[in-house]
């Protein structure tokens, strides 16, 4: 198999041939992101009349989540336990985050949380559907003098 003529930028810079790099889109500037140790992965979308945040937590139960809206913010809480107590210096690699974990998310505009829809399926898929905001037309009328 040839090998990709951009494999010494790739080796360079510490990045394996075949890793998927982060992209930048109009979401990156509609939505900011806090991040905290322990942050989860989370794709968010717009579908139809919905903001859509995902969040993939493996190894988490519903008891153990929250989510919290503030104007504009939706922050994602939990702790995924570690089942086996297993001491640190027995590890020989370890990259799977255990603990409390935190995501906060701006969205790009204020949201009525009784609104808000979240979902956790047998996949340990967090789904929450948050409804755009509704956009009236208001017909001013302008006095004279």
């Known amino acids: 198999m040839a ?9 360079s810079l510490g990045i394996s041939q075949g890793t998927t ?12 992101q806090k991040t905290a140790s322990g942050q989860v992965a989370a794709d968010i979308y717009e579908q139809g009349e919905y903001y859509i945040i995902k969040i993939p937590l493996a190894g988490v139960r519903l008891t153990d989540l929250d989510i919290e809206v503030a104007e504009t913010t939706i922050t994602i809480r939990g702790c995924r336990k570690q089942s086996d107590d297993v001491s640190a210096d027995r590890y020989l ?7 409390e974990f ?7 505009c204020s949201v009525d949380p009784k609104k808000i829809k979240a979902s956790f399926n047998k996949e340990c898929i967090l789904k929450i559907l948050i409804p755009k905001e509704e956009h009236s037309v208001k017909v001013v009328r302008i006095n004279e003098g």
């Open 93 to 99: 690699v370890q990259e799977c985050f255990w603990g």
């Open 102 to 108: 935190s995501r906060s998310i701006t969205l790009p």
């Open 21 to 32: 790099l982060p992209t930048s889109s109009i979401a990156e500037s509609t939505f900011t």
């Open 3 to 11: 090998s990709s003529p951009f494999h010494g930028i790739f080796q």
